[in-house]
């Protein structure tokens, strides 16, 4: 993963939690790293968040002090990403994987291979890692050359 830093325009609005103010982008944050950190310019103050990125929506959740701000209200700001971008392609392992089970990959839409990419990513072994592969492809629709 490149370790540059990425500056990326957002706007949202503010909704409040017991935890504290969350700042919702009005797009989600995609092909980015997420539930990791980064710091937010906006109203002319810089403030570190925590970046949740989930199916449909991306939060970012001050862990700094943050002013006081109503509900709904809109923002607009610079995202400044020190981890990069995250790697949306499928890996050699779990394609040759695929192929020789004889199941396609294009079964999985875009959330589902973030799910998988992230799943896979997570292995702290070569075991692990086989094992989760072997997972992923039992579960991918078999190719028509299969069925023949």
Known sequence: ???ALLNVPVE??????????MLRLS???????TFLTGSLDIAETSVRVRILTLDDVTVLRPTDSFPAVGDG????????LPHGLRPRSVPP????AADREGRSLNGLDEAELRYVLTFLSEATTRDI????IGAVVSTLPATSRRNQ
């Open 93 to 96: 392992d779990l394609n040759a």
């Open 12 to 21: 949202g609005t503010v909704t409040h939690s017991p935890e504290g103010p």
């Open 73 to 80: 209200e809109h923002w607009h700001g610079r995202l400044h």
């Open 129 to 132: 890692r086989k094992a989760r």
């Open 27 to 33: 797009q989600r944050l995609d092909g980015h790293d």
């Open 1 to 3: 993963m490149p370790n």
